[in-house]
């Protein structure tokens, strides 16, 4: 299973930290990913991590702005968002990735039920 939390609500520029905590006997055995979606929009690709966080990716509208992250020891992926955009405004999901480097929803299996973060002045 996994648990989102962190969204609220920021102000342009400002920042949040979202955690995905996951549970379950396998936790740590899978790479990581976080979607978003805005309303009327489709779920978006926002970044990845794998199983030992090595490796990241990030979507391009991004970059530069997030940080993936992750600690074993607390089963827990980390999304520090900042500098946030009007656009960031979305409810965003982490997903467990069944490859490595996926970007694609169909890619990733298991959901989280999704946290909101709302970015406004």
């Known amino acids: 299973q996994l648990q989102a939390s962190g969204g609220g609500l920021a102000q342009p520029g400002g920042s949040l930290r979202l955690s995905c905590a996951a549970s379950g006997p396998t936790a740590g055995s899978y790479a990581l990913g976080w979607f978003r979606q805005a309303p009327g929009k489709e779920r978006e690709f926002v970044a990845g991590?794998?199983?030992?966080?090595?490796?990241?990716w990030y979507a391009s509208s991004i970059k530069g702005r997030f940080t993936i992250s992750r600690d074993n020891t607390k089963n827990t992926v980390y999304l520090q968002m900042n500098s946030l955009k009007l656009e960031d405004t979305a409810v965003y999901y982490c997903?467990?990735?069944?490859?490595?480097?996926?970007?694609?929803?169909?890619?990733?299996?298991?959901w989280g039920q999704g946290t909101l973060v709302t970015v406004s002045s």
């Open positions: 991590i794998s199983r030992q966080g090595e490796a990241t």
């Open positions: 997903a467990t990735d069944k490859y490595l480097g996926s970007r694609q929803a169909a890619q990733f299996d298991y």
